[in-house]
C-alpha cells in the first residue's frame, strides 16, 4: 500500500517518465493529502459555470477560470478537471478572451492557447493569438495566485489550452479551445455533455 503510494507521488513529480496513455491515478490516492502534487484529490465536482462566464461590462469578453491541476486526474497534469481534450471551450469569433489561471499544484504548470496540433509536441512555441499566455509558459509558475491574461480569438479553428512546461502536454495537459465563425455566445462541454452556454 505504502509502496503503491510513494510510486505514485514519484510519477506525479516525473511526469516526463509518463506514456502518453498514462492511467488515471491509482483510487489509493484519493483521500491522501501532501500539498497535492497531483492535483487536489478532495476538489469538488467541476461544474462548467465555475470556469466560464459573459463578462456584463465588457462587451463580447468572456471570462474563463483555467485551473490547473483541480484534482487527481491524469496525475494532475489537468485543467479544471480535464485532460487530453476532454473538455471544450468555444468562443465566438473576435470576442476577447480573458482567462485567469491558478494552479493548485506545487509542481510547476501553465497555459498557452496553440493551434491543436501542436499539443503533442514536446515544447510548445509561440501563443496563437496575441497574449494568449501565462508570463514564462515553459518555466510554469506555482501556487493559488492568479496569473492573469488576456487576448482576442480574432481567427476561427480549432486550438487548444495547453501546459507550456516542456513535455506535460504531450502527456495530456491540454483541453480543446475552438474559435467558431458561426456561435454566437460562449460555451464550454465537459465530455458528451450538452455544452454549457454563458449568457
Ligand atoms: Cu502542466
Known amino acids: 500500500m505504502f509502496r503503491k503510494i510513494a510510486l505514485a507521488c514519484v510519477l506525479a513529480l516525473s511526469p516526463m517518465l509518463q506514456a ?18 497531483a ?4 476538489a469538488p465536482e467541476p ?3 465555475m470556469f466560464l462566464s459573459v463578462d456584463p461590462k465588457a462587451p463580447k469578453t468572456a471570462r474563463l477560470v483555467v485551473v490547473s491541476a483541480y484534482n487527481a486526474v491524469n496525475y494532475g497534469m489537468n485543467f479544471n478537471g480535464f485532460a487530453k481534450g476532454g473538455a471544450r471551450y468555444t468562443i ?24 491543436k496540433p501542436v499539443v503533442k509536441k514536446l515544447q510548445m512555441g509561440e501563443p496563437a493569438f496575441k497574449g494568449a499566455s501565462t508570463p514564462y509558459p515553459v518555466r510554469g509558475t506555482t501556487g493559488k495566485v492568479g496569473m492573469p491574461f488576456q487576448f482576442v480569438a480574432d481567427e476561427a479553428g480549432e486550438f487548444a489550452i495547453a501546459c507550456g512546461f516542456p513535455s506535460h502536454s504531450a502527456n495530456g495537459h491540454w483541453i480543446a479551445f475552438d474559435v467558431s465563425a458561426t456561435a454566437t455566445a460562449p460555451s464550454l462541454q465537459f465530455g458528451d455533455k450538452a455544452p454549457y452556454v454563458a449568457r
Do not use: R
Not at 92 to 115: K, R
Open 47 to 49: 461544474q462548467e459555470s
Open 20 to 37: 502518453a496513455d498514462a492511467p488515471s491515478a491509482p483510487a489509493a490516492l484519493a483521500g491522501h493529502d501532501h500539498g497535492s502534487p
Open 39 to 42: 492535483g487536489d484529490s478532495k
Open 92 to 115: 465566438p469569433q473576435g470576442w476577447t478572451v480573458a482567462v485567469v489561471f491558478t494552479n493548485n499544484s506545487p509542481v510547476p504548470h501553465s497555459a498557452i492557447v496553440v493551434e
